[in-house]
């Protein structure tokens, strides 16, 4: 049988074939592993599974903005988290006009006969017509909508928020906005209404006026135990909160809704608006601009305060809306055919869609004793959404002597004493500091994201471009196979671990492609590893008010004492791969 060497093989079949091959032949040890015998000849060596740990380097930054535009959700509150710093949120939007407003209605008319019509405005003026109908309006509110667990922060705390009414429209919906956008002069600064409200605002008297210094310490209900809020397995104890229904252990959540009344200005002016106001939502908003959500000064209680995410789409079950309540005073033909007076009721809801401008505003001020943004080694990363205080990260100087080695080894040079790493697996591992983050009463997000900086100096998602079958592809950087769900993993999901007491650890995890650590090392993307930034937030960051705080790549975490034990948690990139010597 004739012998093939290695490079023979390589030439033919390329580097995935041996990836494959060495996968299915090569012993789990970190000795050389020789094949000989009747597939490599002497003098060719593969070293299998072979695992490189190089520190990361990180420090911690403060992002400026983040955009949000097209909000799905409306942030609103204040949060002064001992930690980090203050965090404060508000947001604008204008609304639609809806379906068409038009009430059919039957009525008496001024010879006691019975008529039908449809009324194409509120507030019906024509006493010639109708001389025995008054429509009069009783309210017109303000609905933010929000769902179980949306909120962050101490629910005792109430907080003063106020609705402004904007002072002139938005403009188009293809407008980009960002977080730290300056809206001074875009409203009008006396509220149009303005209330005193706690995330937990239909909690029963008693529950909320009791025991609320030791509210951490006497979890006697799912109101006093908050942690429960955050694992749902958890949900067996008692179901004494108006949060949950009979069916909570399914998931399934209950609605709150803050009910806002605008001034009696505000109202009659809707109850006057014309047909022509009414006839679409660009000619009611030149009428109502929109309105500025945002916080004054006042507040009640001894909490750090919350942020509460409001729904605001249409498109979603639970929505934010303004809805005008009405009531009519008429005559009615009962089926004796005697007249009869009466009074019946309408409301009218203006919802907020796709094609309504809506954005968060949000400012941070960082607790500066903790996060030193001018550190280039500091021991711990602090990353939290909403243009927070953000993770940058850059691959360790040492992969740079990769470039060298990490050639293709289908050719080599001859006589070559140089090792060749086929690369099977990069991984990053990002451990919580559990000693530093409350995560029983400030839940740590799920999922953390890794981007680059775009041409345009935007973060976007990290991906890179192949040939196959002489196309181009784009595929992400990071994430590996999918799990038994279907799901990539290596993306930044969030994992626990018991540890030898029994209480749980969380990481971390990202796997980056390794064709694509070849490709960037050969610089086949026009820039070398040294030019690679990342920078690592919480999923969905524009709208996300977690937090997390993580152990950094510095030597000061090789020996961090947990419970009288030491532990290495430094950061880490994990190169997992297999080196080849030719003969």
Known sequence: MKKYSLKEILMSAGQLFIIGLLSLTVACKDEPARLTG?????????????????????????RTSVETSDATYGIIGEFNDPIFGQSKAAFLTDFSIGNQVAFSIEYIDANNEEQDTVLYQFNNTNTTDFPNDEWKVDSLV??????????YGDMEHGQNVNIYELSSPLGPINQVFYSDHDVTGMYFTTPIASQVVHPNNEVPDSLKSTNWANLWDYPDSLWNAPEYLWDNNKIKVLKDSAWLDDNFNDNKSTIKNWRFKLNDEVRDRFFNMTESDLKSSATFKDVFNGIYVALDDVSIGNGNGWLTKVNLLSSSAIASNLTIHLSRDHLYMNSDSVINDTTSTYQYSFPINLENVRFNTYKHALNTDNIDITDEDPERLYIQGMAGSYMEMELPDEILNWVDSIGNPATPEPMSVVDYHMVANIEFYMEVAMDSASIARYPIPSRLNIKWLDDKGELTDPVYSIVVNGNKVTTPVFGGDSDSQGNRIGTGERVGRYNDEGDIEYLYRFIMRADYFNYVMRNEDGAGLEDKQFFVGPESTTSNFQRVILYSGSETNEEVEIDGETFDKRMKMIIKYYQYRPR
């Open 38 to 62: 009747e597939v490599l000849p002497d003098g060719e060596m593969i070293k299998g599974k072979v695992h490189d740990n190089h520190l990361l380097e990180t420090k911690n930054i403060a």
């Open 142 to 151: 303000m609905n933010m909508q929000y769902q179980f667990n949306n909120w």
